[in-house]
């Protein structure tokens, strides 16, 4: 018999949320040092976000334009030759981006063909979004669980704080300080009834923010490899579902699976958010790749940061 499923739920009690909380510090040390290397690898081959606006960090000198006025010329820079140039600052504009990463039972699959289970991937991507967002100079919090801080060493912070309140981080997240034009990165395995996930969604849309969605999926969720029978048990509730030829049922998944996706995708589409799905077996450094762009063409296009 195969057993499809993520480790049966430990039993109720008072010792659950503990061993949880176990669970999460004893991995969040390697995490983190996992996250900062993969962030370190996507800003090697990335030219930067800087543009030119109101700051206090240079940038670079330009040439001085015909009807500019004459107080923006350098004329330390200008006394070495014969021409004017004019000393343009970085754009600095911090801006709030929420971060959240559903940790709850079912993240903690991990198939033999995946490197890592769902929830170490969810907390390596948030951890490793917060050090290149930091090292940007933007604000970043964990919606629902702290407040943001402009800092350096945010993915650390963010890490205490996920250690203490990891287990408060399960489904979908409480989104009730949302801002106009602030930004929230989702991840999780969006296992939620759909119809919970198009409420949390309507519910950003009327407060004006931007939302960025990364599905993550164990490659057997993705190909559903069972045949024979098989036991699928729901690590949430203890449900335990028993097919006695899953082979059979394999279509009907793979449709179910992709109808939520096309839904998904086309509502990030309407309203210009983005949506990503990212498979366990796959390095980190894609989705993360994918959503640093994204995030910095809002940021070239007047957008969020």
């Known amino acids: 018999m195969t057993e499809a499923a993520s480790p049966a739920p430990s039993p109720p009690g008072a010792d659950r949320p503990l061993a949880e909380a176990k669970t999460l510090a004893d991995s969040l040390p390697g995490l983190l040092v996992e996250a900062r290397r993969i962030a370190t690898t996507v800003l090697a081959g990335w030219h930067g976000r800087r543009r030119a606006g109101p700051g206090e960090t240079f940038w670079q000198f330009r040439p001085f334009l015909a009807g500019e006025a004459p107080g923006r010329i350098d004329w330390r820079r200008s006394a070495r030759d014969d021409h004017l140039y004019v000393r343009e600052r970085e754009w600095e504009a ?23 289970s769902k929830r170490d991937r969810a907390v390596v991507l948030l951890l490793a979004v917060a050090e290149l967002l930091a090292g940007a100079g933007e604000r970043i919090g964990l919606i629902g669980l702290s407040d943001p801080v402009l800092a350096r060493n945010a993915a650390e912070r963010l890490a205490e704080t996920l250690l203490h309140r990891g287990r408060d981080s399960v489904g979908l997240p409480d989104t009730r300080r949302l801002t106009r034009f602030a930004d929230l990165v989702m991840i999780g395995d969006l296992l939620d009834p759909l119809g919970e996930i198009d409420a949390k969604l309507a519910d950003c849309a009327r407060a004006g923010a931007t939302v960025h969605l990364i599905e993550i999926r164990d490659p057997v969720e993705e190909t559903f490899p069972y045949a024979g029978r098989a036991e699928f048990r729901d690590p949430e509730s203890g449900t335990v579902y028993v097919a006695g030829r899953a082979e059979q049922i394999a279509d009907d998944y793979r449709r179910h699976l992709a109808a939520r996706r096309d839904h998904l995708a086309s509502t990030c589409r309407r309203l210009g958010w983005s949506y990503l799905v990212h498979r366990t077996d796959r390095p980190a450094t894609e989705p993360l790749l994918a959503l640093h762009a994204r995030l910095s063409d809002r940021s070239l296009a007047g957008g969020a940061i």
């Open 94 to 116: 911090a801006h709030t981006i929420w971060l959240a990463a559903d940790l709850s039972r079912s993240m903690e699959f991990r198939s033999p063909l995946a490197t890592a």
